[in-house]
């Protein structure tokens, strides 16, 4: 298997602007989840998903960020506006089952100026 | 609620050193998932181990050794004779099972191995 595969690897964008980044996770996991990596603020988990459906998106930091799962091989994070706090680099990762280990893709390091 | 705690936020050994970095958790569930992960300066996230809250046993791999005590809350990870492709941060991570699949990270030991 490839792994966990996110898009692009790096975005800079103007501040204003539309940003969507994109995750293949791994065939046959269940579960998907999006963490945010900053220096401040270490690892935060935003969202997650469990057969393509949100579980828990208490960490999204607000309505500007939307997250989606439209089939078990592709989720997406848009941010609108985005906005030069939302710098940072985005990871994605998957999981098969609760008792097994997460994934993670490469990340995404995206830069709003 | 869950925490994880890594009090060491950087450590600078010389190569063939031994290194210890210490982890300590806070959960109120029974059955818990404790990880480390290692990333290097590319960036990605590299998953090294997984350790269930029943399973105490200790367990090596290669340079690697994973110490885990509940009775002090700790899992902790040494690296022997550490070498610089060692270098990186490294994070300490806990799943509880009521905490609705959640990862919650540490916030990381930053390694530097020099040669």
């Known amino acids: 298997d490839a792994g966990v595969i996110q898009s692009p690897r790096h975005e800079v964008t103007e501040m204003g602007q539309e940003v969507t980044l994109r995750c293949k996770p791994i065939s046959g996991h269940d579960y998907l989840f999006w963490y945010r990596q900053t220096m401040m603020r270490g690892l935060e988990l935003l969202i997650y998903f469990n057969n393509n459906v949100p579980i828990d998106d208490s960490g999204m930091p607000e309505d500007r960020f939307s997250a989606k799962m439209p089939n078990a091989s592709f989720s997406t994070l848009k941010i609108q506006p985005s906005e030069p706090r939302d710098s940072a680099v985005y990871f994605c990762?998957?999981?098969?089952?609760?008792?097994?280990?997460?994934?993670f893709g490469q990340g995404t390091r995206l830069t709003v100026v | 609620a869950q925490k994880v705690t890594q009090a060491q936020t950087e450590i600078s050994v010389v190569e063939k050193e031994d290194v210890t970095l210490d982890c300590v958790y806070e959960?109120?569930?029974?059955?818990?998932?404790l990880f480390w992960y290692k990333q290097p300066p590319s960036g990605e996230l590299v998953f090294l181990i997984r350790?269930?809250?029943?399973?105490?046993q200790n367990e090596i791999s290669g340079r690697y050794s994973w110490n885990f005590q509940k009775s002090t809350s700790s899992f902790n990870f040494t690296i022997t004779a550490s070498q610089v492709v060692d270098s990186a941060v490294y994070f300490c991570?806990?799943?509880?099972?009521?905490?609705?699949?959640?990862?919650?990270f540490g916030g990381g030991t930053r390694l530097m191995v020099k040669p």
């Open positions: 959960t109120r569930d029974t059955t818990y998932y």
């Open positions: 991570a806990l799943r509880g099972n009521n905490a609705g699949n959640m990862l919650t």
């Open positions: 350790r269930n809250s029943f399973d105490e």
């Open positions: 990762a998957s999981m098969r089952t609760p008792n097994t280990e997460a994934f």
